[in-house]
């Protein structure tokens, strides 16, 4: 049965933004005026009866795989990495209530002094009552990525869907940035994904997404309205889904 994005719930979803966004033009940190925009976009879907969980990478101030791949302790590589997502969590709180939105950030890591410990049940409480809820200090374990960590956390809160904001616009048979001959899918199912070894997020959160049956869309964060447009029911980017979700 053919159906589309409009047919998915949007109510309760979690956002997953990569650290490198953040970063916008510069090689490192924080651009305050990428900030601003996705904070923006974050306020252009809010509303008091949806509830939007997000949680953000630190690869634009540490990546934990990189660095142990020339040396560093992967335990210890890991554990700074969580920490840039903690920074990057408070930077996007701190913009979001400018915009007069409600937030909190959660951590997995216990830092009680700029972040609640992730506590699931607190964490939908806070959903409940219209608070954005930002999921701070991965898994608080090593060895797992930011999206296996999203994918988790979206599971555990109830999200309807996994919404993963990319810089690019789906997902493609190569990397369109370096293929000029790439092609887009419109639609796959995890198995598709799974099968062709496509780079959408590693297998762990794949496995995750598949097993609960949460459908992930895969958009352009960059692309003005992107993330308006999906919750209006317009195409965005790539569903991946069990099977049954086509635009």
């Known amino acids: 049965m053919k159906s589309s994005v409009s047919d998915l719930k949007l109510e309760k979803v979690l956002i997953k933004i990569s650290g490198e966004f953040l970063a916008g033009n510069l090689d490192f940190g924080i651009n305050p005026s990428t900030l601003n925009t996705i904070s923006k976009d974050i306020s252009n879907i809010y509303h008091p009866n949806k509830q939007i969980s997000i949680v953000i990478g630190g690869g634009n101030f540490f990546r934990g795989v990189s660095i142990a791949s020339k040396g560093m302790d992967r335990v210890t590589a ?116 799974i099968d062709r070894e496509l780079k959408v997020m590693d297998l762990t959160a794949i496995t995750l997404c598949k097993e609960n049956n949460l459908p992930i869309v895969v958009f352009d964060i960059l692309k003005r309205k992107s993330l308006k447009n999906l919750f209006e029911g317009k195409k965005e980017g790539t569903i991946i889904s069990n099977g049954g979700l086509k635009w």
């Open 78 to 193: 890991d554990y700074m990495g969580m920490m840039a997502t903690i920074m990057n969590s408070l930077a996007l709180q701190s913009e979001l209530e400018k915009l007069g939105l409600d937030s909190r950030v959660m951590s997995a890591l216990d830092i009680k002094k700029v972040a609640e410990p992730y506590i699931r049940r607190r964490a939908t409480r806070h959903l409940e009552k219209g608070r954005i809820v930002i999921l701070a200090g991965g898994t608080g374990n090593p060895y797992f990525t930011t999206d296996t960590t999203a994918a988790l956390r979206a599971i555990e809160v109830g999200a309807q869907v996994f919404l993963k904001a990319t810089k690019v616009d789906g997902v493609f048979t190569s990397d369109p940035n370096k293929d000029s001959e790439a092609e887009k899918f419109s639609d796959l199912t995890f198995k598709d994904v």
